[in-house]
C-alpha cells in the first residue's frame, strides 16, 4: 500500500518550524518562557539518559520528562514490544470482548502490591487520581476528600481540587469540596475525619513539589486512623512508583502500610504510549461495578489498548531482567551522598533529601554578606530565582537537563532515568561542583544572569 504521507520527509521539510509552529498554534507562553531561560534548543535523537542537540552535542537527562522515561529514552524491548504488537494487528478496543493484554498487565503489577486485587487502566495520572476519588466516594457513600498542603495530583477539575498549589488552583473554581492539610500534621487528619464525611485521605509518600517525604510512621498512623472512621487511604504513585525511590512504590518503604487505592502512570508508559492505572482492593470495585446494569459506569475510550498495555508489560519485564528498583536504590544513594558531602562546602547549599532517584537540592539564605546582599536581591524580586540560576548554567554550560521543583522553591528535583549510571553520577556532581563555585565566586556570568531574571520578575509584577 502507498500514500502520500511520509513522516520523515516531513519532519525534515517543516521540523526547523518547531517553536514558531508552537507559538502560533499551541501554548504560546511555552516558547517565549524557553527562549528568556536559554533552553530553546533543538534536541534530534535520544537514547537512554542522553539526547543530543542539531550540532550532535551530548546531553546529560536529570529530569526524565518529568519522570515518564523511567527506562531512558527507546529502549529496545519497548520498542520491540510495541513493533510486535503493531504487527499483530489485533482486535483491539471492540469494547465488546476481553483482549489478554489489560488482563496480564493487571496481574503483573499486582504481584507487586498483594494487599490489591483489580486494576482500571486510563490514560494519565490525572486519570488515574479521577478513578480513586469517583471510587472513593461511591464505596463510602462520602464525598469529601482529605490532602494535603503543596500536593500535586493533576490538573483535570476533580485532581485539581485535591491539588494543593494555589497557582494551579486559581481562576478555575468552583471546585470540589475537599479539604486540605499539611503533610505529616495527624491531629488535623482526625479533627477532620470525626466530622463523618471523609471518603479518602489522598497523599503522595513523598510530594513532588519541593520533594518532601512524609514523616516515618505517618503513612501507617493516617492508615489506622482513616479506617478506623471508614475512610480510605489513596496513595498517588504517579511520580513514585515503579522504582523512582528505590522501592517498587514509595509507600512500601514504611512498614505495614497498605493503601486501598494505588493511582501510577508515567514510568509504566515506557515514554511511548500514555497509561495510567488505579489499584484498588476488591470490595471496591465491586461496590462499584455493583452490577450488569454498572458495567460502564466508569470507563476510557482508549484505556486498556493494546500498545499502552504492551508498552507496560515490557517495562515490568525490563525492570525484572535488569533489576532496576535495586539499581535506583544503589545510584540514588550514591548520588545523594555525593551531593550531601557539598553542603559544609557551600552556604548557598541548603539541605539534599529525598529517596533513590527523587532528590531534592534545597538552596538557602547565606552567611557571609556579599552573598547575603545578592541572595536578598533575588527574593526581593521573586523566591525561586537562584534555582533557576542554577539549572540555566547546568544546560548552558554543561549540557545537562534539570529544572527547579516547583514555582517560588529554591529547590531543584533530580529525577532521571532510572538507568543512570555511575559515570553519569559523577558528571553531575562535577557540573554541579562547577555551578556552586561560580555561585560563591560572587560575580561573573551567572550572577548577570542573575540581574536578568530580576529584571524580568520585576517586569512581570
Not at 519532519?11 to 508552537?22: I, K, N, P, Q
Not at 505495614?256 to 476488591?282: F, H, I, R
Not at 452490577?291 to 493494546?306: E, I, K, P, W, Y
Not at 559515570?423 to 565566586?441: E, K, Q, S, W, Y
Amino acid at each position: 500500500m502507498t500514500g502520500g504521507f511520509d513522516l520523515r520527509a516531513l519532519l525534515s521539510e517543516r521540523g526547523a518550524e518547531r517553536y514558531e509552529l508552537h507559538a502560533k498554534y499551541l501554548n504560546h507562553q511555552l516558547p517565549r518562557m524557553l527562549h528568556t531561560i536559554g533552553f530553546d534548543k533543538v534536541y534530534e535523537r535520544a537514547e537512554g539518559a542522553h539526547f543530543w542537540d542539531a550540532d550532535g552535542v551530548d546531553h546529560l537527562d536529570m529530569l526524565a520528562g518529568f519522570g515518564v522515561m523511567g527506562l531512558g529514552r527507546h529502549h529496545p524491548v519497548v520498542r520491540k514490544a510495541l513493533h510486535d504488537v503493531l504487527d499483530a494487528q489485533l482486535a483491539d478496543l471492540t469494547r465488546f470482548d476481553c483482549q489478554p493484554l489489560p488482563g496480564l498487565l493487571a496481574e503483573k503489577l499486582l504481584a507487586h502490591s498483594p494487599y490489591l486485587d483489580r486494576v482500571f487502566f486510563g490514560n494519565s495520572g490525572t486519570e488515574a487520581v479521577e478513578t480513586a476519588l469517583k471510587f472513593a466516594r461511591y464505596a463510602t457513600g462520602r464525598p469529601r476528600i482529605l490532602y494535603c498542603h503543596h500536593a500535586f495530583h493533576g490538573l483535570t477539575t476533580g485532581s485539581l481540587s485535591v491539588n494543593g498549589e494555589q497557582g494551579f488552583r486559581e481562576g478555575f473554581d468552583p471546585l470540589l469540596p475537599d479539604t486540605a492539610i499539611a503533610l505529616g500534621d495527624l491531629g488535623a487528619l482526625e479533627r477532620e475525619l470525626r466530622k463523618g464525611d471523609v471518603a479518602a485521605f489522598v497523599v503522595e509518600p513523598i510530594q513532588g513539589k519541593g520533594v518532601h517525604e512524609a514523616p516515618p510512621g505517618f503513612l501507617r498512623a493516617a492508615q489506622d486512623l482513616l479506617h478506623r472512621h471508614g475512610a480510605l487511604l489513596i496513595a498517588d504513585e504517579v511520580q513514585t512508583g515503579l522504582g523512582r525511590t528505590g522501592d517498587f512504590y514509595a509507600h512500601q518503604h514504611e512498614e505495614g502500610v497498605e493503601p486501598d487505592l494505588v493511582c501510577v502512570a508515567k514510568a509504566l508508559s515506557g515514554g511511548y504510549v500514555p497509561v495510567g492505572a488505579t489499584l484498588g482492593k476488591d470490595w471496591i470495585f465491586k461496590k462499584v461495578y455493583s452490577s450488569m446494569d454498572r458495567v460502564l459506569v466508569h470507563s476510557a475510550s482508549f484505556g486498556s489498548n493494546a500498545q499502552a498495555m504492551a508498552a507496560g508489560l515490557a517495562v515490568l519485564s525490563v525492570m525484572e531482567d535488569e533489576g532496576t528498583v535495586a539499581h535506583a536504590r544503589r545510584i540514588g544513594d550514591l548520588l545523594s551522598g555525593r551531593l550531601k558531602e557539598l553542603v559544609p562546602r557551600y552556604e548557598l547549599l541548603h539541605e539534599i533529601r529525598g529517596r533513590g532517584l527523587m532528590i531534592g537540592i534545597e538552596f538557602g539564605r547565606p552567611s557571609s554578606l556579599g552573598l547575603r546582599g545578592r541572595w536578598t536581591m533575588l527574593q526581593a524580586a521573586r523566591k525561586g530565582l537562584f534555582a533557576q540560576m542554577v539549572v540555566v548554567p547546568l544546560l548552558q554550560r554543561h549540557r545537562i537537563l534539570t529544572q527547579v521543583s516547583g514555582d517560588h522553591l529554591e529547590v531543584i528535583k533530580l529525577i532521571p532515568p532510572l538507568i543512570i549510571d555511575e559515570a553519569d553520577v559523577d558528571r553531575f556532581v562535577t557540573a554541579f561542583t562547577a555551578v556552586m563555585d561560580d555561585a560563591h565566586g560572587g560575580g561573573g556570568l551567572m550572577w548577570d544572569f542573575g540581574k536578568t531574571l530580576v529584571k524580568q520578575a520585576v517586569a512581570q509584577r
